[in-house]
């Protein structure tokens, strides 16, 4: 145990942007995370650059809400006539470095600044931070294949890569590490390269990469699932290297006001793009811009405008006053070329990008690839063309085409039939390619940035970092529980701090590299920069031994081989399945730890339905067609025991339930008896089955398809009943059930499953309820449709009842993400789908349709029925319902009624029998979701981000809806409250007033969602294990192949 005390200057920050548009606009990005985090924070910015802001943005008052926060200014050395155009940057530079040497040593010297953070470009500030003994971190606002390309110049002009002999720009350069197939002379920063010693550009560039081993750190505006191993290139010259973007995500992420305009730019802003945006259908238009420093000559611009004229596609095109080079910008010319083309083509000289890109409209991006905007259409998941015209433009556009593969790359070809065909390609031919690599891509930058992200950890080290801070002693403890731990120093990549049973204190290199999610433990002192450690628990590799002792048989685990923590870590993956899939070999001479998976043969499936709904199913799906393609497959049939002309509906739920299982267990019995089924997969209602696989000596693995937040109140029945608690006495429906842990504030008799209970005894649903979870222990595990970012919580405590439990969900999810065609349509329905709804909600604008829908059984009274109608429409909010023909509680359903009802509102509203509902849920144009939360409804509106209203009728939809509410906070529960005035103020609560708040919560637990069935995630590996056990089942016999049936109702 160690403590170091030392003395710390308040932390004072100073950022010097490079004075141009992006530079600028990442810097301030980056302030604003600074003055989140409570520093002190000075922004140097040139009198003209401060100026534009001034009349273009709120930045001034955007950051006097900064107390520490303040902007300083000095001149840029150029008269004010003066371009400041690309064409004359050199002016700029040279000027810039006269001015800024004397004023920069100045301020750094008299204000107490702990801290410079200049442009990259800037390599003069990193030796004057460093002559007066002030921490510098570079801010690289480059693209980091770009960065890395400029810090192999030395080795390129040694091996004579550079400059250029020849004119083939087809030509590989095979000296950069890690491009060796791919940088072409036409991908260089300085394409035209020919002398390195008089070209302004390549001396920057070498200039700057020589000042990086100097500076104590180096800032990217980047994230470790994009650039992971150019980052680690990077980091062999400069170590403590911080990716923190995207910024301008990061920042949104942090923001308390998530819809604050934080908009940095040096041009006035055309608003008017957003509003004719506004008026094209999803996903139509492609966005042109080339930045603010990009130029072209008049002939370029018109080829770029035939070929997007001629393709067909509408566009939205940025055209600068200084757009075209060395020429006068004619309005007039634009104006004319608007005009020809004012269907289908809008022109700004400047736009609110951020907002442009994130619009629905837009399907793509035309842009110069610049390191923002493409960082920009990452996030907004906007494919890209690229027109690369100098610097790292030129690298960045064959990452984004070659390496991402979220886009095409034109660079060089500026030819109108070219133009055209690649915009085809972008919208039409390849969209979906595209798009599905983009999403990928957004979804990881959002993980990044995400509390216990790599970017939202770097930053949190760099803002805690010495270096930051001013001169300090690096400390070697951390605290962790309270315990004063003193740590190895320095720490290597990979290399675990401490280990002690169970766990292991690793550095956040190992953390990424094996796919552990966690989070940052605090440190009692800053310490090493860039090193982020984190506490893991890991998992032992048993072996059981049992020992008898009086009678009593107990099992003991003790290691079978001992594994260092490093060792241990490296199984982490494995963490959920049996040691006994496991090959573990002893090593011997100090080799490594061996350790194998056993990978037993394909699964045979047999599918167990009744006639009735597998008529059902064949009639109105392509199931039997798409089951074809599985040789071990098979579906197998059997009686429901009820006449063709039983409704089956939920008010005769017992019928069907007690008919079905007198015909189910004879057969079940012979079909596992005589089929050689090692494996049954029940629905949890199914108890009785439990009995029979046991009985046989067959496994039997339950699958409850009910909401996890209700099977944990059926699994507390039984305490409930010893306590009072049910049935209920007296009528007061709002008084607390305090007898479920985990729900004690939280679950109403309102929220019960049975919530008119009166006699335990002799109600038939709470019977079967304890009837199933008195199977559960019995079964070998259970199967749940939900994931642990969802329902950890009560996942714990079922897993005291059933160790054994798989939460594999959302199902549908985990199947389209394993799919190799995402597209092949999936319907289970039993009824027939009514695709009109999509073709009307295509015409219908973005997240303006409620959807409404309360499943295939729930019920409502006529009455009920017209209150929805008329709260629906008296909202003013356009709304699909599905109205099935048996929705009406004890009446005859009248078509005429509900046509009656549609003419009357049907410039708002469509009515269908049945909706293909994923791909309504997946339809831009929804904006939430009325149902009656059935569970699977419940997760395809996570999935697709939908806010609900929950208008719960019954079982497992009475506690989901509870929990819809008050627990994840994704929408709004109208139990039992079924009046007009009530149902427009939610529908309008839903659409309107807390839309965004609504929005925001369900837009993370769909993107948790998503990462738990990706590769790696928990339900991904759950599914992983579960599949591995079933396997293990059937290999109690070499000649038996696992065979799973899958029984349900």
Not at 574 to 596: E, H, M, T, Y
Not at 769 to 784: N, T, Y
Request: charged residues 25%; contains cysteine; negative net charge.
């Amino acid at each position: 145990m160690e403590h170091h005390n030392t003395k710390m200057c308040p932390p004072h920050v100073l950022l010097f942007p490079l004075p141009i548009q992006s530079p600028i606009n990442s810097m301030l990005q980056l302030a604003e995370l600074f003055c989140l985090a409570g520093l002190q924070v000075t922004f140097l910015n040139t009198n003209h650059n401060q100026q534009l802001l001034y009349r273009h943005t709120n930045v001034e008052s955007r950051f006097r809400q900064y107390p520490k926060f303040r902007f300083r200014t000095i001149s840029d050395g150029l008269p004010d006539d003066h371009p400041r155009s690309f064409p004359m940057f050199e002016d700029l530079i040279n000027s810039l470095q006269a001015v800024a040497e004397p004023s920069l040593r100045e301020i750094v010297t008299e204000s107490g600044v702990t801290c410079v953070i200049p442009d990259g470009l800037f390599y003069y500030a990193v030796d004057i931070c460093n002559e007066v003994g002030v921490s510098v971190i570079s801010f690289d606002t480059i693209s980091p294949c770009c960065l890395w390309v400029y810090l192999c110049f030395p080795k390129l002009i040694q091996t004579g890569d550079i400059p250029f002999k020849g004119n083939d720009l087809d030509m590989l350069i095979e000296n950069v590490p890690g491009m060796e197939d791919l940088l072409r002379r036409r991908d260089f920063p300085f394409y035209r390269l020919t002398d390195c010693a008089t070209d302004l550009y390549c001396q920057l560039a070498l200039k700057e990469i020589q000042s990086i081993p100097r500076s104590h750190g180096l800032i990217l505006n980047t994230f470790e699932d994009l650039d992971g191993p150019l980052l680690s290139n990077i980091r062999s010259h400069c170590p403590q290297t911080y990716a923190v973007g995207p910024l301008h995500l990061q920042l949104k992420t942090r923001l308390a006001d998530k819809t604050m305009s934080s908009s940095n730019s040096l041009w006035e802003e055309d608003h008017s793009s957003i509003q004719w945006l506004d008026a094209q259908p999803i996903e139509s238009v492609i966005y042109v811009s080339f930045g603010s420093l990009a130029t072209l000559t008049k002939e370029e611009m018109l080829e770029f405008w035939h070929g997007l004229v001629n393709s067909g596609i509408r566009f939205l095109w940025v055209m600068r006053s200084d757009l075209l080079r060395e020429e006068e910008f004619s309005h007039q010319l634009v104006k004319e070329l608007a005009d020809g083309c004012k269907e289908r083509a809008y022109i700004v000289s400047w736009a609110p990008q951020e907002k442009v890109l994130s619009h629905p409209a837009i399907g793509g991006f035309l842009t110069h690839s610049g390191w923002n905007s493409t960082m920009e259409s990452i996030v907004e998941r906007k494919p890209m063309i690229c027109w690369a015209v100098y610097v790292d433009q030129r690298v960045t556009s064959r990452f984004v085409s070659e390496v991402w593969k979220i886009g095409l790359d034109m660079k060089d070809i500026c030819d109108r039939d070219n133009i055209e065909k690649v915009v085809k390609d972008l919208m039409v031919t390849n969209k979906e390619k595209l798009k599905k690599s983009v999403d990928k891509l957004s979804m990881l930058a959002e993980i990044s940035v995400g509390e216990g992200g790599s970017s939202y950890n770097a930053f949190e080290y760099l803002k805690m970092g010495n270096n930051i801070g001013g001169t300090t002693k690096k400390t070697k403890v951390m605290k962790i529980n309270g315990e004063i731990l003193k740590l190895k120093t320095p720490i290597t990549t990979l290399e675990v701090v401490k280990d002690y049973p169970g766990h292991v204190l690793l550095e956040s290199e190992a953390v990424k590299k094996f796919g552990i999610r966690a989070k940052p433990l605090e440190p009692e002192q800053e310490l090493k920069p860039t090193k982020i450690y984190f506490l893991v628990e890991l998992p032992l590799f048993p072996k059981e031994e049992i020992i008898t002792s009086n009678n009593k048989v107990t099992r003991r685990v003790k290691s079978d081989v001992y594994m260092n923590a490093q060792d241990r870590l490296e199984c982490l993956m494995l963490s959920r399945r049996s040691a006994s899939d496991l090959s573990i070999s002893k090593p011997s001479n100090g080799a490594v730890v061996q350790l194998k998976m056993k990978l037993p043969r394909s699964l045979q499936v047999t599918f167990l339905n009744t006639n009735h709904n597998q008529q059902l199913l064949y009639r109105h799906t392509d199931v039997e067609s798409r089951f074809r393609q599985y040789p071990k497959f098979q579906f197998r049939t059997i009686s429901d025991g009820l006449p063709d002309d039983h409704p089956r509906s939920s008010l005769l739920f017992g019928d069907l339930i007690t008919s079905l299982q007198a015909v189910a267990e004879p057969f079940l019995r012979e079909i596992v008896t005589e089929s050689g089924v090692t494996c049954v997969i029940p629905d949890g209602l199914f108890y009785y089955a439990v009995d029979i696989c046991n009985e046989l000596g067959v496994s039997v693995i339950s699958f409850d398809t009910i909401s996890p937040c209700c099977l944990w109140v059926y699994l507390c029945f039984p305490k409930l009943i010893q306590s009072g608690d049910i049935p209920f006495k007296g009528n007061d429906l709002d008084v607390l059930i305090e007898n479920v842990p985990g729900m004690e504030d939280l679950l109403r008799r309102r929220d019960f499953p049975f919530y008119r209970l009166t006699n335990c005894a002799t109600d038939l649903y709470c019977q079967l309820a304890l009837k199933e979870i008195q199977s559960i222990p019995r079964s070998h595990g259970l199967i749940l449709n939900t994931f642990e970012d969802l329902d950890g919580p009560l996942l714990s405590n079922i897993r005291t009842h059933c160790p054994q439990t798989y939460a594999v969900g959302p199902l549908q999810l985990q199947l389209k993400t394993r799919l190799a065609d995402k597209s092949m349509s999936s319907s289970n329905s039993l009824r027939e789908e009514d695709g009109s709804s999509i073709q009307w909600l295509d015409a219908q604008p973005v997240e303006s349709v409620i959807y409404v829908s309360f499943g295939s059984l729930a019920t409502l009274t006529k009455e009920e029925m017209l209150e929805f109608w008329h709260g629906l429409v008296n909202s003013g909010i356009r709304f699909l319902w599905v109205m099935r023909s048996d929705l009406l509680r004890e009446e005859e359903f009248s078509h005429q009624f509900v046509k009656e009802l549609a003419d009357g509102c049907k410039e708002r509203a469509y009515i269908v029998s049945w909706a293909p509902q994923e791909k309504v849920l997946s339809h831009p144009a929804i904006g939430g979701f009325l149902t009656h939360s059935g569970w699977n409804s419940t997760m395809e509106s996570i999935v697709e981000r939908k806010p609900m209203i929950c208008w719960a009728v019954y079982v497992d939809q009475r506690v989901t809806s509870r929990f819809v509410g008050e627990v994840w906070k994704i929408g709004l529960d109208m139990k039992d409250i079924c009046d007009r005035y009530i149902i427009e103020k939610a529908v309008k609560d839903l659409m309107v007033t807390n839309k965004d708040k609504l929005k925001k919560s369900v837009d993370k637990l769909s993107m948790l969602a998503k990462i738990s069935v990706g590769e790696g995630g928990s339900s991904y590996n759950a599914f992983e294990s579960l599949v591995i056990d079933i396997k293990k089942l059937g290999r109690r016999d070499k000649d038996i192949n696992p065979n799973c049936i899958g029984y349900t109702g």
